[in-house]
C-alpha cells in the first residue's frame, strides 16, 4: 500500500492517472458525475426531512378544522421561542365534538426557529408537524419571515403527501381514540338510558 | 526558535512589531480568508517568509452557548448542541446525552447503544473525509481532492437526512437513547455506504500518500512533540499522531465499544503528515467498527421507558461527561440545582484546546505551512468559539 | 492527385496568400508598414479567441476531473461562459488602493500583455508564416519572456500591501530561478540546430525518414530537455503546481490581489498569453513546429497541427493543475537549482556526445544512460537528503 518510490515525480504520475481515470470515467459512470442540475432535476424527496414546523387541520376549513388547541407547550419548550401563541376567549368543537380552546393568534417566526423538531415531539394533539418546502425566500426580512396562523396551516391531505408513513400512523392513532372514545360515549349513554329506565318505574311504583 | 525566549505579545488593541528589531512583518492572515476553516484570525510577524511570532485571535464566531443553555430546559439544550462542532452534531449530542445521563442515572437500552454506535463512527468518517478533502485544498491542490472526499461525505450525509430528518443539525439524541428508530431499508444502505468506503480511501492513498509534493510539504512540518502534547491537554488524532496512547473509547470504556474489537493508529513523529494519516487510518477503523455493529444490532426499544421528555428534573449535583468525537476529547460538565434548567453548563471544546499550542508549531514556518498546520489542527470555530 | 497536391499547398498558405493579396491594394511605400501591421493583428485577434477557449476549456476540464460539470448554463455547453466574463470584468468598479502608487499600479498590467504579446514575433505558426524572421530568434524571445517578470513586480510593489510584497517577493524569487534552467534547456536545440533562428529550427525538424519526423523530442536529449522546458515553463507561467506567488489559499491572490475588473482580467490573459507563448516555443524547439508527426500527413495545413500541438500541450498544463498540490517558496527553489539545474547541464553535455557520435544505436544507448542514469541518482540523493519517508504505523489494541 505504501510502496517506496525511486524518482521523483513517480507519485505524481500516479496521481495524474487517478484524475485522467476521473476525468474520463465522469463522461461514462454516473458515479464520477454526481451533480444534480438544480432546479431542472431534483433529488428524491427524503421522507422525514424537517424544514419548519406547519399546523395540522382535518376536512376542508382550516379554521374549523385545525387540531391546535392552544395549550402552549410547544411555546414553552421551543428552545429559541420562536413560536407566539394567543389563546382564545371562546370554545369550538373539535374532531370529536368537545368544545376546545383555539389559538387566536399563532406566530412562527422562521427567522428564528432552528428546524429542531421539539414542538412536534412535545404537541400531544398531532397539532403541528414539520413541513419540507424549503423555497420560502422572501425580501421582507421581518414581515414576511413571520408566519401567520394561516399561512401556517395546510391540511391533512397535505401532511399524507410529504409524511405517507407518519401521517398513517399518526391517522391510525386519532382513528382509535376517536373509536374509543365513541365506544365509551355510547357506553356511558346506554348506561344513562338504563338508569333512566329504572328510574320512572321505581318512580311510578312509590 | 523557543516561545520561551520571545516576549509575549501585547493585548489585541496594541501592534505586535516592535520598532527596534530588524524588519519585520506583521500580517492579519484575517477573519477573512480563504483558508481559515471560520471566521479566525491570526497575527502573524513575520521575517521574510518565517515565522516570528503568532497570535491566534478568536471570539467572532461567539454565540453565548454556555449562557442560553441555563435558560433553557435541558432538552431545549440539546438543538444547541448540534451547532457548536457543526460538521459532527450527532457526537456532540452524545457527549451531552452522556453528561446528563450520568448526572441523573438514567440507562441506555442496547439497541440505542447500537443505534448511538454507527451513528457516531458515521460521523467520524464524514468528518475526517471532510478534514482530508480540505487539508488538500489548503495545500492547493484546487479542488480535486476536496471534490472526491465530499462525493462520499454526501452519502454518510443523505443517511442521515433519512433517519433523523436533517443532514448536518440532527439533534438525534435523547436522555436515555435516541430519538426516532431506523426506518425501512435504512440499515441495508447503510451497510452499502461502509462496503464502498474502502475503495475511496485507497483512490485517496493512490492519489496522494506517495506524492512527492504532499510528504515535501507536511513531513516534518509542524512538530508537535509528545511532551508538549500531554503537557498541553491534547487530545484525538493530534494527539495520537504524536505518539499518545489516549483514545477515550479505549480509556473509558463508554457506551459498549468493548464489544467491538478496532485498532488505534499511532504516529511517531507529529507533523503534519501524521496528523493526516492517522485519520486515513482512523477511518479504516471505523469502518470495520461500522461493519462489526451493523451485523450486530439487536431489536428493542430506543430510548428508556421511564424517561419523560418534559418535566425532567434531575436532582441537584454534578456530572462530566465526555466523548472520543472526531477532533478530541469532547466533555459537558453540568451543574444541576434540581430546577428543569442547569444551574452550569460547560463545555470542554478541543478545537480550542488542541489550538493553544498553534504558536508553538508554527514558529520558524514559513507562511505557507501556517495554512497547512492550521488546516491539520482541524478546528471548527462553532466549538472554538461556541 | 496533383490537382490535390496543390489544393493542398494552397490551403497550407491561404492565410499568406491572403495577406499578399491585400496589400496589393496598398501603395508600395507604406507596404512594409501595411504588411507588420496585419501580421501582428493576426496574432492579437487570435491569440485572445484562443485564451477565451482556454478558459472555458479549462474549467470545464477541472470540473470533470473533479466529478462535476463545469460551467454549462450561458450557451450551449457553456461555450458563452468567457463572453460572461469578459463583461463582468469590463462592468467592475475599478478599485486601486489610496497609497498606491497610481502609475506603477495602471503600467504593471499593460506591461505585462504587452511583453507576453511581444514574444509571438518570432514563433512559425505555420510554413511561412512568421512575423519576422530575426536570426537569433530565440535569444529575442527569452529576453521579451523577462519583461514579464518586472511586470509581476511593478504590480505587487506598487500596490503598498503586505500581501502583495510577499507575492510579488515570491513571484520575482522564483521566475528568476527558472529562466535559468529554461534557457540552458533550449541551448540543447541551438546546438544541434546550429542557428538561434526560430524558422531554421523547425525547417531542420520538418524532415522525415520513412514516416518518422525528425523531432528533437524523439531523442533521448531531446525528450529530456523537452520535459525539463516544460517544467520550467510551469513555473514562468506561475501555474499550478508552482502558484505560490497567486497562492490563493494563503495570500489571496498574491501579487495581483489589489486589482480588480478589467485589470485583473488584463492580468490573467497576461499570463496565459505568456503559457501560450512559452508552450509555443517548446513545440518550435522540441515538438517540431508545424510540422506533421507521420509524413503522410502533411496535406493537412501546418497552422492545423502547430495549434493541435499547442493545445495538446495547454490540455497536460490542465491536467497538472487538478492533480497537484502546490510546492512551497523553498522547495521551489530547491526544485530549481539542485535537480533541474544539474539535470540540463548534464543534457548539454550529453546533446555534445551525440553530434559527435556515429549515427547508428549505440549513441541511442549512450545518450540515453548518460540521461536516465543521472536523473535516478539525483532523485535518490534528493530524497535521502529530504528524509523523504512513506512511513508504517504501529497500532495499539
Redesign the interface.
Known amino acids: 500500500m505504501y510502496g517506496g518510490t525511486e524518482l521523483v515525480g513517480e507519485g505524481i504520475l500516479k496521481g495524474m492517472a487517478e484524475t485522467a481515470r476521473n476525468f474520463f470515467g465522469s463522461f461514462v459512470s454516473k458515479d464520477r458525475l454526481t451533480t444534480v442540475q438544480y432546479p431542472e432535476e431534483r433529488e428524491l424527496q427524503i421522507e422525514v426531512a424537517r424544514d419548519f414546523p406547519f399546523l395540522v387541520y382535518d376536512g376542508a376549513d382550516w379554521q374549523q378544522g385545525m387540531r391546535c388547541v392552544a395549550c402552549q407547550i410547544c411555546e414553552k419548550e421551543c428552545p429559541p421561542k420562536c413560536i407566539f401563541i394567543e389563546k382564545s376567549k371562546d370554545k369550538k368543537p373539535d374532531a370529536n365534538g368537545k368544545p376546545q380552546f383555539y389559538p387566536a393568534v399563532f406566530d412562527i417566526d422562521i427567522s428564528v426557529c432552528m428546524s429542531c423538531q421539539i414542538c412536534v415531539e412535545v404537541c400531544p394533539f398531532d397539532a403541528i408537524k414539520m413541513d419540507v418546502d424549503y423555497s420560502l425566500s422572501t425580501d421582507d426580512r421581518f414581515g414576511g419571515l413571520l408566519l401567520n396562523k394561516q399561512r401556517l396551516s395546510k391540511s391533512n391531505d397535505y401532511y399524507r403527501k410529504i409524511h405517507p408513513t407518519e401521517a398513517a400512523e399518526v391517522d391510525a392513532r386519532l382513528a382509535g381514540e376517536r373509536a374509543r372514545q365513541e365506544a365509551k360515549a355510547k357506553a356511558a349513554a346506554e348506561a344513562t338510558l338504563a338508569t333512566a329506565a329504572v328510574q320512572p318505574a321505581s318512580g311510578e311504583s312509590r | 526558535m523557543n516561545i520561551a525566549t520571545v516576549p509575549p505579545a501585547p493585548l489585541d488593541s496594541e501592534p505586535v512589531t516592535e520598532p527596534s528589531k530588524e524588519q519585520l512583518l506583521e500580517i492579519s492572515m484575517g477573519p477573512q480568508h480563504p483558508s481559515t476553516h471560520g471566521v479566525f484570525r491570526m497575527k502573524v510577524v513575520l521575517d521574510g517568509e518565517r515565522v516570528v511570532r503568532l497570535k491566534p485571535v478568536f471570539g467572532y464566531l461567539h454565540r453565548n452557548h454556555e449562557k442560553i443553555a441555563e435558560s433553557v430546559t435541558y432538552l431545549g439544550s440539546m438543538p444547541y448542541t448540534d451547532r457548536l462542532d457543526y460538521m459532527c452534531s450527532i457526537t456532540n449530542n452524545w457527549g451531552y446525552a452522556l453528561a446528563v445521563e450520568k448526572l441523573a442515572g438514567i440507562e441506555v437500552p442496547e439497541r440505542a447503544e447500537y443505534l448511538r454506535v454507527i451513528c457516531g463512527e458515521l460521523t467520524r468518517l464524514q468528518n475526517h473525509a471532510c478534514l482530508i478533502g480540505f487539508l488538500m485544498q489548503d495545500m492547493g491542490s484546487t479542488g480535486t481532492p476536496l471534490m472526491y472526499a465530499f462525493r462520499e461525505r454526501e452519502k454518510i450525509l443523505d443517511l442521515f437526512e433519512s433517519l433523523t430528518g436533517a443532514r448536518m443539525m440532527c439533534n438525534y439524541m435523547r436522555f436515555g437513547g435516541c430519538r426516532v428508530d431506523l426506518p425501512a431499508g435504512w440499515l441495508d444502505r447503510a451497510k452499502k455506504v461502509i462496503a464502498d468506503f474502502p475503495r475511496f480511501l485507497d483512490e485517496y492513498e493512490r492519489l496522494l500518500v506517495s506524492n512527492e509534493i504532499l510528504m515535501d510539504r507536511t513531513q516534518e512540518v509542524g512538530v508537535l512533540s509528545r511532551e508538549l502534547a500531554v503537557s498541553a491537554g491534547i487530545s484525538g488524532p493530534m494527539a495520537r499522531a504524536s505518539g499518545v496512547d489516549y483514545d477515550i473509547r479505549k480509556v473509558d470504556h463508554y457506551s459498549i465499544y468493548d464489544r467491538f474489537t478496532f485498532r488505534v493508529p499511532l504516529g511517531s513523529h507529529g507533523d503534519v503528515y501524521d496528523r493526516f494519516m492517522v485519520r486515513l487510518l482512523e477511518m479504516r477503523e471505523s469502518v470495520g467498527i461500522l461493519q462489526q455493529a451493523t451485523r450486530a444490532i439487536p431489536a428493542g426499544p430506543i430510548v428508556d421507558p421511564k424517561m419523560k421528555i418534559r418535566g425532567f428534573r434531575p436532582k441537584p449535583g454534578e456530572a462530566y461527561g465526555r466523548i472520543e468525537s472526531p477532533k478530541g476529547e469532547l466533555g459537558f460538565y453540568l451543574i444541576s440545582d434540581g430546577s428543569p434548567n442547569p444551574y452550569r453548563y460547560r463545555v470542554r471544546p478541543p478545537s480550542l484546546i488542541n489550538l493553544t499550542v498553534l504558536e508553538d508549531l508554527c514558529l520558524g514556518r514559513n507562511v505557507a505551512d501556517i495554512v497547512a498546520i492550521l488546516g491539520s489542527v482541524d478546528i471548527v470555530l462553532g466549538e472554538v468559539d461556541r | 492527385m496533383i490537382h490535390l497536391v496543390q489544393l493542398a499547398q494552397q490551403l497550407d498558405q491561404v492565410f499568406v496568400l491572403a495577406k499578399h493579396w491585400l496589400l496589393g491594394y496598398v501603395p508600395a511605400g507604406v507596404q512594409p508598414l501595411c504588411s507588420a501591421v496585419l501580421s501582428v493583428l493576426s496574432v492579437i485577434l487570435v491569440f485572445p479567441l484562443l485564451f477565451a477557449i482556454v478558459t472555458w476549456i479549462e474549467r470545464k476540464?477541472?470540473g470533470?476531473?473533479?466529478?462535476?460539470?463545469g460551467p454549462?448554463r450561458v450557451g450551449p455547453c457553456g461555450i458563452l461562459q468567457p463572453i460572461a466574463d469578459g463583461v463582468k470584468s469590463l462592468t467592475k468598479e475599478d478599485i486601486v488602493p489610496i497609497t498606491a502608487d497610481h502609475a506603477v499600479h495602471f503600467l504593471a498590467p499593460v506591461l505585462l500583455v504587452s511583453a507576453s504579446f511581444m514574444d509571438y514575433a518570432v514563433l512559425p505558426i505555420g510554413r511561412n508564416m512568421v512575423i519576422v524572421n530575426l536570426n537569433a530568434g530565440v535569444l529575442f524571445f527569452f529576453a521579451v519572456g523577462s519583461l514579464m517578470e518586472l511586470a509581476v513586480f511593478m504590480a505587487g510593489w506598487s500596490s503598498r500591501s503586505?500581501?502583495t510584497?510577499?507575492g510579488a517577493m515570491?513571484a520575482i524569487a522564483q521566475m528568476i530561478s527558472y529562466e535559468v534552467p529554461l534557457v540552458l534547456a533550449s541551448i540543447v536545440v541551438i546546438m544541434q540546430a546550429g542557428s538561434l533562428s526560430t524558422v531554421a529550427i523547425v525547417n531542420r525538424q520538418a524532415t522525415y525518414t520513412g514516416i518518422w519526423p525528425h523531432w528533437f523530442v524523439f531523442t533521448p536529449w531531446g525528450f529530456a530537455g523537452f520535459v525539463l522546458f516544460m517544467i520550467a515553463a510551469t513555473a514562468e507561467s506561475n501555474r499550478?503546481?508552482f502558484?505560490?506567488p497567486e497562492?490563493?489559499?494563503?495570500?489571496?491572490a498574491g501579487y495581483y490581489t489589489e486589482y480588480s475588473g478589467f485589470k485583473f482580467a488584463l492580468f490573467f490573459m497576461g499570463e496565459y498569453i505568456g503559457m501560450f507563448a512559452t508552450s509555443g516555443m517548446a513545440i518550435t524547439l522540441f515538438l517540431g513546429g508545424w510540422s506533421a508527426p507521420l509524413s503522410f500527413l502533411t496535406w493537412i495545413p501546418s497552422y492545423f497541427w502547430f495549434f493541435a500541438k499547442l493545445l495538446t500541450l495547454i490540455a497536460v498544463f490542465i491536467?497538472?493543475?487538478?492533480?497537484?498540490?502546490?510546492?512551497?517558496?523553498?522547495?521551489l527553489m530547491n526544485l530549481a537549482w539542485e535537480?533541474i539545474l544539474p539535470m540540463t547541464l548534464l543534457n548539454i553535455i550529453t546533446a555534445g556526445v551525440w553530434y559527435y557520435m556515429p549515427t547508428g544505436s549505440i549513441r541511442w544507448f549512450v545518450c540515453s544512460c548518460m540521461v536516465i542514469v543521472p536523473?535516478?541518482l539525483?532523485?535518490?540523493g534528493?530524497?535521502q537528503k529530504?528524509?523523504?519517508?512513506?512511513?508504517?504505523?504501529?497500532?495499539?489494541?
Do not use: A
Open positions: 476540464g477541472l470533470r476531473m473533479q466529478n462535476r460539470y454549462n503586505k500581501y510584497l510577499l515570491r499550478s503546481p502558484d505560490l497562492g490563493e489559499s494563503e495570500i489571496i491536467w497538472v493543475r487538478g492533480t497537484l498540490p502546490r510546492l512551497r517558496m523553498d522547495q535537480f536523473c535516478i539525483l532523485s535518490r534528493l530524497k529530504k528524509r523523504f519517508q512513506v512511513r508504517t504505523y504501529h497500532f495499539t489494541q
